[in-house]
T-cell receptor, first 113, second 114 residues
Framework: NAGVTQTPKFQVLKTGQSMTLQCAQDMNHNSMYWYRQDPGMGLRLIYY???????DKGEVPNGYNVSRLNKREFSLRLESAAPSQTSVYFC????????????FGSGTQLSVL | GENVEQHPSTLSVQEGDSAVIKCTYS??????FPWYKQELGKRPQLIID?????GEKKDQRIAVTLNKTAKHFSLHITETQPEDSAVYFC?????????????FGAGTRLTVKP
C-alpha cells in the first residue's frame, strides 16, 4: 500500500516552460488536492477534486490547471512557468466528507529560473 | 474566507519541557481543527485533530484544546523529545462536505534541544 505517490521529486524549469506534476493514490479516496508550500505561508490549496470527474479552484489557482484522470490520478499542469511558482508542491487525498484526514504525497520541489 | 494565524513561528525548548503552540481562526462556523507535523524534508502528517463539539482531546504526550468563544485552539506537547523537532501546522475547516475550504496556519518550527 503506497499511499499517495507524486512525481517528480525535483524539477528545474526555465520561465515559460510547461510541465505536469503527477499524483496517484491507492486508498480508494474520493477527494484529491494540490497544495503549494512557501516559507512562512503554510499550505495553500491550488485546486481540488471532490470526486472523479469534478475539479474546482482553491485559494491560489492562477497559472495552474488540473485533470482528474480517474479515481486514482490527479495531475497539476503549469502551462507557462513563472518564478513566482517556485515552491514545494504537495498532492493529498482524503475520504469524502468534512474533517477527514489528509494523506500527503512526498512533495515536488520546483524551481523556476 | 477563513483566516488562521499561528504563534509562535519558532519555538525552542529543552528536552523534557512542555511546548505550546497557539492558533486563532476568524470564522465562527469552523468546526474541524487538525494539527499536522512535518519533519525536515518529509510530508505533513496528521498528529491530532478536534471537532467543535469537544473542548479537549489527548493522545499520549500531545493534547489539543479548543475555545470556541475566543476562536482559538492550542497544541500542547509534554515531556518533549528530540524527535518532536519539526514544523507544526494548525488548520481550520468549515465545510460539512469536504476539506476544500481548510486553511492552514503559517507553521511553527519546534526545536527540542537534548
Amino acid at each position: 500500500n503506497a499511499g499517495v505517490t507524486q512525481t517528480p521529486k525535483f524539477q528545474v524549469l526555465k520561465t515559460g516552460q510547461s510541465m505536469t506534476l503527477q499524483c496517484a493514490q491507492d486508498m480508494n479516496h474520493n477527494s484529491m488536492y494540490w497544495y503549494r508550500q512557501d516559507p512562512g505561508m503554510g499550505l495553500r490549496l491550488i485546486y481540488y477534486s471532490a470526486s472523479e470527474g469534478t475539479t474546482d479552484k482553491g485559494e491560489v489557482p492562477n497559472g495552474y490547471n488540473v485533470s482528474r484522470l480517474n479515481k486514482r490520478e490527479f495531475s497539476l499542469r503549469l502551462e507557462s512557468a513563472a518564478p513566482s511558482q517556485t515552491s514545494v508542491y504537495f498532492c493529498a487525498s482524503s475520504e469524502a466528507g468534512a474533517g477527514e484526514k489528509l494523506f500527503f504525497g512526498s512533495g515536488t520541489q520546483l524551481s523556476v529560473l | 474566507g477563513e483566516n488562521v494565524e499561528q504563534h509562535p513561528s519558532t519555538l525552542s525548548v529543552q528536552e523534557g519541557d512542555s511546548a505550546v503552540i497557539k492558533c486563532t481562526y476568524s470564522d465562527s462556523a469552523s468546526n474541524y481543527f487538525p494539527w499536522y507535523k512535518q519533519e525536515l524534508g518529509k510530508r505533513p502528517q496528521l498528529i491530532i485533530d478536534i471537532r467543535s463539539n469537544v473542548g479537549e482531546k489527548k493522545d499520549q504526550r500531545i493534547a489539543v484544546t479548543l475555545n470556541k468563544t475566543a476562536k482559538h485552539f492550542s497544541l500542547h506537547i509534554t515531556e518533549t523529545q528530540p524527535e518532536d523537532s519539526a514544523v507544526y501546522f494548525c488548520a481550520a475547516s468549515i465545510s460539512p462536505y469536504n476539506n476544500n475550504d481548510m486553511r492552514f496556519g503559517a507553521g511553527t518550527r519546534l526545536t527540542v534541544k537534548p
